[in-house]
Each structure stands twice: as C-alpha cells, then as structure tokens.
C-alpha cells in the first residue's frame, strides 16, 4: 500500500497568524513536522499542502510542495485536492502545528487501513483538566476497535460515579482523547469530502462525524502518545522546553 503523508498549513490562523513559521528552537514549525513524518517508516513520501506562498518557499527546502485553493474548510478539503491528483492508495493528514508527533503514531495509524478504510489514534486522558475541557475531543470505541462517537463532552456518562471529581472518575473509567491525526483510504477521502456538512459536524464542530453519520468506519488505534500542539504564541516556549529535554510528549 503506496502511503502519503499530507501536512495541511495555512497561513491565516486566528489565533496564531503565520504560525507555520514561527521558529521554534531556531527552526520553523513546519520544518519539525516534516522531520518527524519523514522518520515514519510507513510514508512514501510527506508533502505539505498549502495555498500560501510564504509557506511553500519555506517547506520547500525540506519536502515537496503542493498548491492548493484558498478556501477550503478543512484539512481534509485541502488534502483531498492533493490526493485527488496523486498516484496513491492511502493518504495520512499530519496536524502542521505538532512538531513533537511520535513517528510510531502515524506508522500505527496507517497499519491500520489494511483493516478499516479511515483510522485515528486516541489516548487516555491523563490530565483533571483534560476531563470536562471541550477543547479535549473525547472518542468511545466498539469492542472492535471502532469509533463509535467523538464529542466535545466527557462520553461515557457514568452514572453510578458523576458527582464524584473528575479524578475520581477517571480512575474508574478509561477515558479516551482523541488525536488529531487521520488515516485515509485515498477512495474514501475523496468520497468523504463530497459529503454535505453533516448535522452533527455541524453541532460539535467535529468533521470526522461527517465519516460516523455517513456510514464510515473509523479505526481507533489507542496509543501512549500526549498530542502537544501549538495553537497559541506561548505554547512554542513549551515546546522548546520539551526539545530540550529530549522529550517527545507531556505522557512519556
């Protein structure tokens, strides 16, 4: 199976603008995710998708470019463009702004589409803080391994323990984080980006119901891995702190 590694970046976020470049221990953004995925023994090759210049001249000193249309409203719109002009079976979405990504997760997630035609990864929420933040997608899974619903909710309800503290809680129930790192089967991608915006995307803001709702199976694969993102300009110190440690997660 001939697997791509697609980095979507776009220039304009809210709350970070330009944060693909932003040097974080002398080097760009960018440049640390394109590193991590190119020591991942599943990917043929990573290329970053972008409708942003600035961004193109930078990744591509490091892997090949792709341009893409300026409005898309996803990452997975914009990879579903690179996909859909590309020889490939299957397409990996790296998130552009984990520069500490565990190359074993994308080589896990990826093994997993010999059995489902979309996957993901999740982890146990570790953290009291984690438990009622909406920020910190939750996942339950079937006996098999598959996403049965993501929400911005704590899921499962557990009745017999809710008035007990979040800590508590999670001592008596394996609570799942979802991690923002997609598998794709390149056939089901481009059949899922042709889906309408579906009700429940629209309610939790989560694209990936748009798979649940229209009958696509998500593997889950559970892995020890704490996603540590860059979402904001202060979080680059606290990644320069883990760089420095030598340290790939939070959770290890």
């Not at 990452?75 to 690179?82: F, H, K, L, M, Y």
């Not at 391994?145 to 704590?154: H, I, K, P, Q, V």
């Not at 889950?220 to 606290?238: A, C, K, L």
Request: net charge neutral; proline share 6%.
């Amino acid at each position: 199976m001939k697997v791509l590694g697609i980095i979507p970046a776009r220039f304009g976020s809210t709350r970070f603008p330009g944060k693909p470049l932003a040097l974080i221990a002398g080097r760009p953004l960018i440049q640390h995710v394109i590193e991590r995925c190119r020591q991942a023994r599943s990917l043929a090759e990573v290329i970053v998708a972008t409708d942003d210049l600035r961004i193109a001249e930078v990744a591509g000193r490091f892997c090949r470019v792709e341009m893409t249309r300026p409005d898309h409203p996803s990452g997975s719109d914009r990879i579903a463009e690179v996909a859909a002009r590309l020889d490939c079976d299957a397409v990996m979405n790296v998130q552009g702004d984990e520069p500490l990504m565990d190359p074993a997760v994308v080589d896990a997630v990826a093994a997993a589409l010999k059995e489902c035609e979309m996957s993901t990864a999740a982890t146990q929420v570790r953290e009291p803080g984690e438990f009622d933040n909406p920020n910190v997608v939750k996942v339950v899974v079937s006996a098999a391994g598959r996403a049965l619903y993501f929400s911005r909710r704590t899921i499962p309800y557990l009745r017999e323990a809710a008035a007990l503290p979040a800590a508590e809680q999670m001592g008596a129930f394996p609570f799942l984080k979802h991690l923002g790192i997609y598998g794709y089967r390149r056939g089901t991608l481009l059949r899922l980006v042709g889906f309408p915006v579906s009700p429940l995307e629209e309610a939790e803001k989560l694209e990936q119901l748009r798979a649940l709702e229209n009958g696509i199976q998500i593997a889950v694969v559970n892995v020890d891995y704490n996603s540590i993102g860059v979402d904001m300009p202060e979080d680059v110190r606290r990644v320069e702190h883990l760089l420095s440690r030598g340290s790939n997660t939070e959770g290890k």
